[in-house]
């Protein structure tokens, strides 16, 4: 049972949330009095509770979403709170649907978007994973994130070829690595105000660290939200070789760390908008005729599915009509489908900005 601290800590936080006028986040929005009372005393085996699934978003009210998972259980247990917020958050995944067994697909169909040069200034591609047998940040131990990074650093220094690189913990990181990692855009600070409400920030930097190849071109962040950031990156439009480098890594990182897998919902991670795929493919690109015409870029991102922010992200404005535009689906379709998806949304909006 859940003990009577957490209870009235529930019980003022449902409280805060119905008070709260101007928040619209899902989990105000899906938190019913109904489902509050069946799940305010329900507790997964390593202890979460409905306290940990809510608490971020109790205390930051302007949260899009607001809940995360501290367990993989949590994503069944807390099932009647998940299952909409998934729902609405990735269109069109309805609860009785089943997440695609991965597939990365035919990896030849992926190309260099830009040849000339002219247009794309980056491509990048990034899954989370978590490894099998941890739960997630708030419920991990300081001996478990030990045990996570050695396993991790020492699978990853065992990546030969492209992958080839140097793990550096952020543990007792020099003066001089630690600017390195500034200056190259590869460091993560301490979580924000979102994760630090969350629990997910405990005993930091314990068991967090960076890894990336000698290119510059691969790089994994580990225990930042998720266990694992995978990410592969290059100047250029050349999509098909970022993508062929990321599906590589996944694959040799997986032969040796196990990663949590759901049947209905796909790869598990720390937050629902990132489940199933996990994938979030995109490039920085100059589109100035476009940029002009916001009307017309919006139209074409819906077709496809994109989501388009400004240069350094979300709520950000796009500097010298420079946007950073990715796939928006991650859930109810493949690797290779939401990747190829953003793939002709790009090749369309460069056909468009040239015959402007």
């Not at 952020?170 to 301490?190: A, C, N, P, R, Y």
Request: glycine letters at 8%.
């Amino acid at each position: 049972m859940v003990d009577t601290e957490v209870l009235e800590k529930l019980e003022a936080g449902f409280k805060k949330l119905q008070d709260a006028k101007d928040c619209k986040s899902l989990l105000k929005k899906y938190l019913t009095q109904e489902v509050f009372d069946e799940l305010k005393t329900k507790k997964t085996s390593l202890g979460a509770t409905l306290l940990d699934v809510i608490q971020s978003g109790v205390e930051n009210l302007d949260s899009g979403v607001g809940v995360y998972a501290p367990d993989a259980e949590s994503y069944t247990l807390f099932a009647p709170l998940f299952d909409p917020i998934i729902e609405d958050y990735h269109v069109g995944f309805k609860k009785g649907d089943s997440h695609p067994p991965k597939d990365f697909g035919d990896l030849e169909h992926f190309v260099n978007v830009d040849p000339e040069g002219v247009y794309v200034v980056s491509t990048r591609v990034r899954c989370g994973r978590s490894m099998e047998g941890y739960p997630f940040n708030p419920c991990l131990t300081e001996d478990q994130y030990r045990e996570m990074e050695e396993k991790v650093s020492s699978t990853l220094s065992n990546l030969e070829g492209e992958l080839k690189g140097t793990y550096y913990p952020l543990t007792g990181m020099s003066k001089e690595v630690q600017q390195q990692l500034i200056d190259d855009h590869f460091l993560f600070k301490e979580g924000d105000r979102f994760l630090q409400a969350a629990n997910a920030c405990r005993y930091w930097p314990t068991g967090r660290g960076i890894y990336h190849n000698d290119k510059k071109t691969f790089l994994v962040w580990e225990n930042e939200e998720d266990h694992l950031r995978i990410i592969s990156m290059q100047k250029g439009g050349d999509l098909g070789e970022v993508y062929r480098r990321l599906v590589k890594a996944v694959g040799e990182i997986e032969k040796r760390v196990p990663f949590s897998h759901h049947d209905r919902l796909g790869f598990l991670t720390f937050c629902p908008t990132n489940l199933g795929t996990t994938v979030r493919s995109s490039v920085h690109i100059k589109l100035p005729k476009l940029a002009a015409n916001k009307t017309k870029l919006e139209e074409v991102a819906a077709k496809y599915n994109l989501q388009v922010r400004g240069t350094r992200g979300e709520h950000t404005e796009a500097e010298g009509g420079i946007y950073d535009i990715s796939n928006k689906r991650r859930m109810g379709l493949t690797e290779y489908q939401a990747v190829k998806e953003m793939q002709d949304g790009i090749l369309e909006l460069i056909k468009i900005e040239k015959g402007m």
